[in-house]
């Protein structure tokens, strides 16, 4: 007789958590805050919204009831055991997604109601298990790596209502795609855009315009720049996310902002980081300070990109190209060193008024 393996118990129990989350929608305050926010085809599949109910073990009785073991159940990260030693829900009272690869849920991710309490968490992930890794997995409509086969343009997004927002909106064109929970890694990339790389291959970051969107759009870039491709970053509303936008607006403004709202990603997060400078680009000495605080960025790149990204910033900066490619040089990595994707993000010291080194100016050394 052939043994059942461990992972067909935890892919076959999310299929019947699903069905659970599913089934307690109706009556819920899912489908009202889904309306209100322009997002009712979450309900649909392949999203396939639910509801996990607000008491302590509605799920956990249920699948006991059904006949599987607690340690399933904790495997699973469907149930965790209380400080009492009794097993509850890890989901309560949230509206759930299911998080897939290829056709199996090996996980979900919840969304609190509005008004919950300030300490709840708005967010709340599965725990790693056998079939869910964090690192490697990432939300959409499908599997991205079939994503890439239905010709959609994979958007980068921060939350999973966002990537809902964006699939949606026109179609195919667009495929939302979000992290669950972690920050981007390796084989997230390998998971979106595959290996290898088309050098045309678009991918846009659709991340919020503040300290936290600038640092996930940095992260990005480190790990798609080194590959190619045409990375841009959309231009959104001040204080606004794509499921922002679509509740507002409904999906014409959003799929608008999609199609002609965007700058190149490196141009935006090389913005991002002389933001902190303004007041020290007045003088040479601390141009070359933001061009080194740049430098990294550029190191990244394919060759052919980092001679021109490093010609570009040495006119925006008036500084002598060689100047630039020193810097970028020196960011460069050896054999052993860091990676150049391991970004520095430190802001400019506090200093009196630098001296001059006139040989390093565009514009006084040339």
Request: hydrophobic share 40%.
């Amino acid at each position: 007789m052939q043994l059942r393996r461990p992972e067909e118990d935890l892919y076959a129990v999310h299929h019947e958590a699903l069905a659970f989350f599913r089934s307690h929608v109706s009556g819920s305050w899912v489908p009202g805050y889904l309306a209100s926010r322009r997002l009712d085809v979450a309900l649909e599949a392949p999203w396939s919204a639910g509801y996990a109910p607000g008491g302590w073990t509605a799920l956990t009785d249920h699948l006991r009831q059904r006949g599987w073991s607690d340690e399933v159940l904790i495997a699973s990260g469907l149930s965790r055991r209380a400080s009492t030693g009794n097993l509850i829900d890890h989901f309560r009272d949230r509206l759930v997604l299911p998080i897939r690869v290829r056709a199996d849920v090996v996980a979900f991710v919840g969304r609190c109601a509005e008004g919950a309490d300030s300490r709840t968490p708005k967010y709340l992930n599965s725990p790693a298990s056998a079939i869910y890794d964090k690192s490697t997995t990432l939300y959409a409509a499908r599997d991205p790596r079939d994503v890439r086969w239905w010709g959609a343009t994979p958007v980068l997004v921060e939350g999973p209502l966002d990537a809902i927002a964006v699939s949606s909106c026109e179609g195919d064109r667009w495929a939302g795609v979000a992290l669950c929970g972690t920050a981007m890694s390796e084989r997230h990339v390998a998971a979106l855009v595959g290996t290898p790389r088309r050098e045309s291959q678009t991918v846009i970051v659709a991340t919020d315009h503040d300290r936290a969107g600038d640092a996930a759009a940095e992260t990005a870039l480190k790990h798609l720049a080194p590959g190619g491709g045409n990375l841009y970053r959309l231009r959104l509303p001040q204080e606004q996310d794509p499921a922002d936008v679509l509740r507002k607006g409904g999906p014409g403004p959003l799929a608008s902002l999609l199609s002609g709202e965007r700058v190149p990603l490196l141009t935006a997060v090389i913005d991002a980081r002389l933001s902190g400078w303004t007041d020290e680009l007045q003088w040479v000495e601390g141009r070359v300070r933001a061009a080194r605080h740049v430098a990294p960025l550029l190191a990244i790149l394919p060759e052919k990109e980092r001679t021109a990204a490093s010609l570009q910033l040495a006119e925006r900066l008036d500084l002598l190209e060689s100047t630039v490619d020193a810097a970028v040089r020196a960011a460069t990595p050896t054999a052993g060193s860091p990676r150049p994707g391991q970004l520095g993000t430190a802001r400019p010291p506090q200093h009196d008024r630098p001296r001059t080194d006139q040989s390093l100016s565009r514009s006084r050394g040339r």
